[in-house]
Protein backbone atom coordinates (compact mmCIF):
# COMPACT_ATOMS: atom_id res chain seq x y z
CA UNK A 1 0.00 0.00 0.00
CA UNK A 2 1.07 3.74 -0.98
CA UNK A 3 0.66 6.51 1.39
CA UNK A 4 0.79 9.83 -0.17
CA UNK A 5 2.69 12.58 1.25
CA UNK A 6 0.24 14.99 2.98
CA UNK A 7 1.78 18.73 2.72
CA UNK A 8 0.64 21.71 5.30
CA UNK A 9 -0.98 24.54 4.42
CA UNK A 10 2.42 26.00 4.01
CA UNK A 11 2.86 22.79 0.97
CA UNK A 12 5.27 21.48 3.79
CA UNK A 13 5.75 18.46 5.23
CA UNK A 14 8.01 17.75 8.44
CA UNK A 15 11.32 16.02 8.40
CA UNK A 16 12.91 14.21 11.42
CA UNK A 17 16.33 13.43 10.65
CA UNK A 18 18.20 10.45 12.44
CA UNK A 19 21.76 9.56 12.94
CA UNK A 20 21.39 6.27 10.95
CA UNK A 21 24.44 5.07 12.84
CA UNK A 22 23.73 5.62 16.58
CA UNK A 23 19.87 6.28 16.34
CA UNK A 24 20.30 9.65 17.77
CA UNK A 25 17.73 12.61 16.40
CA UNK A 26 20.18 15.25 14.94
CA UNK A 27 16.50 17.93 13.81
CA UNK A 28 13.32 18.61 12.44
CA UNK A 29 13.10 20.59 9.42
CA UNK A 30 10.58 20.80 6.76
CA UNK A 31 10.86 19.62 3.46
CA UNK A 32 8.61 20.91 0.03
CA UNK A 33 8.29 18.57 -2.86
CA UNK A 34 11.13 19.64 -4.36
CA UNK A 35 13.61 19.20 -0.97
CA UNK A 36 12.03 15.66 -1.16
CA UNK A 37 12.78 15.00 -4.78
CA UNK A 38 16.53 16.48 -4.60
CA UNK A 39 17.10 14.16 -1.58
CA UNK A 40 15.73 11.07 -2.88
CA UNK A 41 17.71 11.67 -6.17
CA UNK A 42 21.22 12.66 -4.57
CA UNK A 43 23.64 12.28 -1.86
CA UNK A 44 22.10 14.86 0.58
CA UNK A 45 19.28 15.69 2.53
CA UNK A 46 17.93 19.13 0.79
CA UNK A 47 15.47 21.14 3.34
CA UNK A 48 13.10 24.23 2.44
CA UNK A 49 14.06 27.17 4.76
CA UNK A 50 11.04 29.00 5.94
CA UNK A 51 12.41 32.23 6.81
CA UNK A 52 14.10 32.38 3.71
CA UNK A 53 10.79 31.00 1.69
CA UNK A 54 13.72 28.70 -0.09
CA UNK A 55 15.51 25.74 -0.94
CA UNK A 56 17.94 24.79 1.50
CA UNK A 57 20.89 22.25 1.11
CA UNK A 58 22.04 21.42 4.63
CA UNK A 59 26.18 22.09 4.73
CA UNK A 60 26.43 23.78 1.64
CA UNK A 61 27.64 26.87 4.54
CA UNK A 62 29.03 25.32 7.00
CA UNK A 63 30.24 21.86 5.59
CA UNK A 64 28.29 19.59 8.15
CA UNK A 65 26.35 18.16 5.40
CA UNK A 66 23.73 15.09 5.91
CA UNK A 67 24.52 12.48 3.99
CA UNK A 68 20.99 10.25 3.21
CA UNK A 69 20.82 7.04 3.60
CA UNK A 70 16.99 6.76 3.30
CA UNK A 71 13.66 8.15 3.44
CA UNK A 72 10.90 6.73 5.47
CA UNK A 73 6.90 8.06 5.33
CA UNK A 74 5.00 7.98 8.29
CA UNK A 75 2.06 6.01 8.24
CA UNK A 76 -0.39 8.84 8.02
CA UNK A 77 1.78 10.49 5.08
CA UNK A 78 2.26 14.13 7.04
CA UNK A 79 6.21 13.88 8.67
CA UNK A 80 9.05 11.82 7.00
CA UNK A 81 11.68 9.90 9.17
CA UNK A 82 15.01 10.45 7.41
CA UNK A 83 18.35 8.72 8.29
CA UNK A 84 21.45 10.16 7.56
CA UNK A 85 25.01 9.86 8.09
CA UNK A 86 26.11 13.42 9.63
CA UNK A 87 29.47 14.91 8.30
CA UNK A 88 30.37 17.52 11.74
CA UNK A 89 27.85 18.83 14.28
CA UNK A 90 24.10 18.80 13.10
CA UNK A 91 22.70 21.64 14.85
CA UNK A 92 24.31 25.47 14.53
CA UNK A 93 25.21 25.78 17.66
CA UNK A 94 27.89 23.32 16.99
CA UNK A 95 26.22 20.31 19.13
CA UNK A 96 25.84 17.32 17.55
CA UNK A 97 22.04 17.23 17.75
CA UNK A 98 19.74 20.21 17.87
CA UNK A 99 17.86 18.45 21.08
CA UNK A 100 20.40 19.06 23.72
CA UNK A 101 17.80 21.22 26.02
CA UNK A 102 16.63 19.65 29.03
CA UNK A 103 12.58 20.29 29.38
CA UNK A 104 11.60 20.27 33.32
CA UNK A 105 9.20 22.63 32.92
CA UNK A 106 6.31 24.10 31.48
CA UNK A 107 8.25 27.31 29.55
CA UNK A 108 6.91 30.40 28.46
CA UNK A 109 5.36 29.97 24.93
CA UNK A 110 6.58 31.76 22.11
CA UNK A 111 3.85 32.87 19.15
CA UNK A 112 4.46 34.11 16.05
CA UNK A 113 2.05 35.38 13.51
CA UNK A 114 2.10 34.70 9.98
CA UNK A 115 0.67 35.67 7.16
CA UNK A 116 -1.95 33.00 5.42
CA UNK A 117 -0.67 29.91 4.66
CA UNK A 118 -1.42 29.37 0.81
CA UNK A 119 0.40 32.76 0.37
CA UNK A 120 3.59 30.79 1.74
CA UNK A 121 2.61 28.13 -0.15
CA UNK A 122 1.99 29.34 -3.73
CA UNK A 123 5.45 31.37 -2.82
CA UNK A 124 7.37 28.42 -2.22
CA UNK A 125 6.08 26.85 -5.73
CA UNK A 126 6.91 30.14 -7.35
CA UNK A 127 10.39 30.43 -5.68
CA UNK A 128 11.39 26.59 -7.17
CA UNK A 129 9.89 27.71 -11.03
CA UNK A 130 12.32 30.69 -10.73
CA UNK A 131 15.17 28.01 -9.17
CA UNK A 132 14.81 25.52 -12.23
CA UNK A 133 12.94 27.52 -14.85
CA UNK A 134 10.95 24.33 -16.05
CA UNK A 135 9.82 24.45 -19.40
CA UNK A 136 5.94 25.07 -20.08
CA UNK A 137 5.51 26.64 -16.81
CA UNK A 138 3.65 30.03 -17.26
CA UNK A 139 5.74 31.24 -14.21
CA UNK A 140 9.24 30.24 -15.91
CA UNK A 141 7.98 32.50 -18.74
CA UNK A 142 6.96 35.61 -16.33
CA UNK A 143 10.61 35.39 -15.14
CA UNK A 144 12.43 34.71 -18.66
CA UNK A 145 10.45 38.20 -19.97
CA UNK A 146 11.66 40.24 -16.76
CA UNK A 147 10.99 42.23 -14.49
CA UNK A 148 8.90 45.24 -16.26
CA UNK A 149 6.88 42.18 -17.83
CA UNK A 150 5.77 41.20 -14.62
CA UNK A 151 5.18 44.83 -13.34
CA UNK A 152 3.16 45.20 -16.09
CA UNK A 153 1.02 42.23 -15.40
CA UNK A 154 0.73 43.19 -11.50
CA UNK A 155 -0.91 46.29 -12.90
CA UNK A 156 -2.72 44.79 -15.42
CA UNK A 157 -4.09 42.77 -12.52
CA UNK A 158 -5.06 45.31 -10.04
CA UNK A 159 -6.75 47.53 -12.80
CA UNK A 160 -9.30 44.35 -13.23
CA UNK A 161 -9.65 44.16 -9.52
CA UNK A 162 -10.40 47.40 -9.47
CA UNK A 163 -12.91 46.82 -12.11
CA UNK A 164 -14.45 43.88 -10.60
CA UNK A 165 -15.02 46.06 -7.54
CA UNK A 166 -16.75 48.83 -9.16
CA UNK A 167 -18.82 46.42 -10.90
CA UNK A 168 -20.12 44.80 -7.55
CA UNK A 169 -19.15 41.63 -8.87
CA UNK A 170 -17.98 39.46 -5.66
CA UNK A 171 -16.72 36.28 -7.80
CA UNK A 172 -14.81 38.49 -10.18
CA UNK A 173 -13.42 40.57 -7.42
CA UNK A 174 -12.42 37.33 -5.78
CA UNK A 175 -10.64 35.89 -9.02
CA UNK A 176 -8.96 38.96 -9.56
CA UNK A 177 -7.59 39.62 -6.23
CA UNK A 178 -6.48 36.23 -6.47
CA UNK A 179 -4.25 36.93 -10.12
CA UNK A 180 -2.90 40.29 -8.70
CA UNK A 181 -1.67 38.06 -5.69
CA UNK A 182 0.06 35.85 -7.81
CA UNK A 183 1.23 37.69 -9.73
CA UNK A 184 2.51 40.14 -6.74
CA UNK A 185 4.06 37.25 -5.41
CA UNK A 186 6.19 36.65 -8.69
CA UNK A 187 7.32 39.88 -8.70
CA UNK A 188 8.48 39.51 -5.17
CA UNK A 189 10.15 36.63 -5.94
CA UNK A 190 11.87 38.05 -8.82
CA UNK A 191 12.98 41.38 -6.75
CA UNK A 192 14.30 38.86 -3.82
CA UNK A 193 11.59 40.12 -1.02
CA UNK A 194 9.96 37.29 1.05
CA UNK A 195 6.39 37.03 2.08
CA UNK A 196 7.70 37.92 5.68
CA UNK A 197 9.22 41.02 4.92
CA UNK A 198 5.36 42.21 4.31
CA UNK A 199 3.88 40.79 7.06
CA UNK A 200 6.30 42.81 9.13
CA UNK A 201 5.02 45.82 7.06
CA UNK A 202 1.55 45.10 7.54
CA UNK A 203 2.05 44.85 11.19
CA UNK A 204 3.51 48.39 11.08
CA UNK A 205 0.18 49.31 10.09
CA UNK A 206 -1.86 47.74 12.69
CA UNK A 207 -3.11 50.54 14.84
Known amino acids: MTTAIKLDDKGLVTAVVQDDDTGTVLMVGYMSPDAVKRTLEGDNVWFYSRSRSE?????????????????????????ILVKANPIGPTCHTGQVSCFFTPLTELQEVIT???????????????????????????TSSLFEAGVDKIAQKVIEEAGETA????????????????????????LMAESGVKPDDVWDKLRERRV
Open 112 to 138: SEKGPGILDEVFSVIQSRKDEMPEGSY
Open 55 to 79: LWLKGETSGNFLKVRSLHLDCDGDA
Open 163 to 186: LAGAKGNKDAIASEVADMLYHTLV
